[in-house]
Every structure is written in structure tokens, then in C-alpha cells.
């Protein structure tokens, strides 16, 4: 079947949190409305608490929206589906379990046979640059590799769709860039969707197709940027560009950020 030309849409979304009308409610995200075609990789940024992550958790089914609705492959989603797989910041492996075991863990609540699951864990830790380190325990790993097999568990079931909350943050600034290198080409050769949160300015231009900035809480999209850079393939290539610092300035004062700044 061939893939959808939309991957994800959301449609007049909002989301609330705490009773409706009670003085704890909150208005986390209000009236989004963006879609991503098959293939695309869009970046998500904006002011903390603005609502990002929330709209991460209503496409993956974990959380429902307020109002409006969310599809993926055409589908809306009203709960955990198979389309979609999520990798954060911190890589949530089980530390009981060795790197192939962890891999294979969606495969094995999808009922997939062993020997399939043992060949697709096989050529992921090949293709995430993790030959020789099957049967190592996540505490033997660098927080690197550990990312990488966090890649490598979310690949595993093929999902339609990455959704991914700054999976890259807490890593140093060389293997920060490996890993982009890493998504990129996998992107490009899968046909995979991205819809990726980061902080990271300079990242969301090397990586993306389009950037989506948002306001702050209650967040809403305000602007929808088009990376027209060549090399989205290869983000090392791309980061050498000289147009790269206009975009980044364009996205800081979007932001209203300046050196006086506080990050948080």
C-alpha cells in the first residue's frame, strides 16, 4: 500500500489541563493547525512550557486533544497506534535487558517471530554503528551509543512517523552532530517523517524542511519557515552554507532572544 501524502495533521487543536474552569485549569496549546507530507522532516520551537512536547504526546496517542482533532495516515488518533514511534532525551532503555533485547522490545509486543526480530535488531545495530555490542547491558554503553540504540529500538518497528523530543540534548556537540548525520541519511533512505523538538536553533535548521515557531503558553504555531538550503541529506554539508546564520537570526528574533537571554 503506498504511503499517505499527509503524515501528520493537526487540526484546530487545543489542549487544556487541571478541571475546566477551576483557577488550576490550563490552556497548554490553542487552535494548531499544521500537516506534514510523507517524507518531510519538520522542527518544532518555542518558549519552554509553550506546549511542544504536549503536541508530541496528542500524536502519539498518549494524550488526547481538547479540542480539534489529530490524524496520522489519515487515521485520527484517538489513542497509541502503530504509525508512530517516540525517542526522547533521556533513551529509556531497560537496563535489564541487553542492546538487541531492547530493540527487539516492540517487535516482541507486536507478536513478531524471534528470527525476524533477531534479524531486524541484527541490521539496526549495523546501520546505527553498534556491530559488536548486541549482547552489552545499557551501563556499558556511552551515552552516545545509548542514543543510538534508542534510535534503533524506535526504528525497529518502521514506523510512519518519528516523533521526537530533543533526543539529541544532552549529548557533546561532536556526537550530537554524528547522530544528526545519522537521522539524516536514514530519513533519506526510508522516506521516514520527522517531527522533531529541539532547543537548539542552529540543529533545527541543519535538519529540517521546514521549522514551526511557536508563542508562548498558550502555545499556537505563529510562523512556518521553509529551509531552503540544499544538503537536508546531510546535515554537516548543510551546517557549512553561509545562509544557515540568516535563518538562525531569523528564528532568534522570532523569539525575542538576545545575549541577555535566560535559558531554562
Not at 499544521?34 to 506546549?51: D, H, K, N, W, Y
Not at 489529530?70 to 532503555?93: I, R, S, T, Y
Not at 509486543?109 to 545495530?125: D, F, K, N, V, Y
Not at 531569523?250 to 545575549?259: E, I, Q, R
Request: some cysteine; aromatic content about 4%.
Amino acid at each position: 500500500m503506498a504511503a499517505p501524502q499527509t503524515a501528520i495533521e493537526f487540526v484546530g487543536v487545543d489542549k487544556r489541563f487541571g478541571k475546566p474552569g477551576s483557577p488550576s485549569e490550563v490552556l497548554a496549546a490553542t487552535n494548531v493547525t499544521f500537516s506534514i507530507a510523507t517524507g518531510e522532516v519538520v522542527s518544532i520551537i518555542g518558549p519552554s512550557g509553550c506546549g511542544k512536547s504536549t503536541l508530541l504526546n496528542m500524536g502519539s496517542g498518549l494524550a488526547k486533544p481538547s479540542a480539534g482533532i489529530v490524524k496520522v495516515a489519515n487515521e485520527v488518533v484517538n489513542g497509541p497506534n502503530k504509525h508512530v514511534a517516540f525517542m526522547l532525551q533521556k533513551d529509556l532503555l531497560m537496563p535489564w535487558r541487553t542492546v538487541a533485547q531492547n530493540i527487539e522490545f516492540g517487535l516482541e509486543l507486536r507478536g513478531t517471530p524471534p528470527a525476524q526480530r533477531h534479524e531486524i535488531s541484527a541490521r539496526l545495530l549495523a546501520q546505527c554503528h553498534l556491530t559488536g555490542f548486541g549482547e552489552h547491558y545499557p551501563h556499558q554503553l556511552s551515552g552516545g551509543m545509548r542514543q543510538r540504540a534508542a534510535m534503533a529500538r524506535t526504528l525497529a518497528v518502521d514506523p510512519l512517523v518519528l516523533l521526537m523530543d530533543e533526543p539529541f540534548s544532552a549529548l557533546d556537540a561532536q556526537t550530537k552532530m554524528i547522530l544528526q548525520q545519522d537521522l539524516a541519511r536514514t530519513v533519506s533512505e526510508q522516506g521516514k517523517t520527522v517531527l522533531f523538538i529541539t532547543h537548539d536553533l542552529a540543529e533545527a535548521v541543519a535538519l529540517s524542511d521546514r521549522i514551526l515557531v511557536m508563542s508562548e503558553r498558550p502555545g499556537t504555531i505563529v510562523k512556518q519557515i521553509t529551509v531552503d538550503i540544499p544538503d537536508r541529506d546531510n546535515p554537516m554539508q548543510r551546517r557549512k552554507h553561509a545562509e544557515v546564520g540568516g535563518y538562525v537570526a531569523m528564528l532568534m528574533d522570532l523569539l525575542k532572544l538576545d545575549a541577555n537571554t535566560e535559558v531554562h
